[in-house]
């Protein structure tokens, strides 16, 4: 049991660094659902409205 154990933790440790290196980096992990300067939240309709423009620029999702 201690290896299936070690290698789920260094696992979850990948990840752990993954979602701290974004933290620290600013970066988002997806392009949509971000909340502008100066608001508050996004709505959905803004969400959709935001991928359907990124798909329109670069061509994929």
């Known amino acids: 049991m201690r290896i299936p154990g070690d290698?789920?933790?260094a696992f979850g440790m990948?990840?752990?660094?993954w979602f701290?290196?974004?933290l620290v980096t600013g970066?988002?992990?997806a392009d949509i659902g971000f909340v502008d300067e100066g608001s508050?939240?996004?709505t959905a309709e803004q969400a959709l409205v935001d991928k359907a423009d990124k798909i329109n620029r670069?061509?994929?999702s």
């Open 40 to 42: 508050w939240e996004i």
């Open 20 to 22: 701290l290196l974004g």
């Open 7 to 9: 290698t789920l933790f």
């Open 27 to 29: 970066h988002p992990f």
């Open 14 to 17: 990948v990840v752990f660094c």
């Open 58 to 60: 670069t061509g994929r």
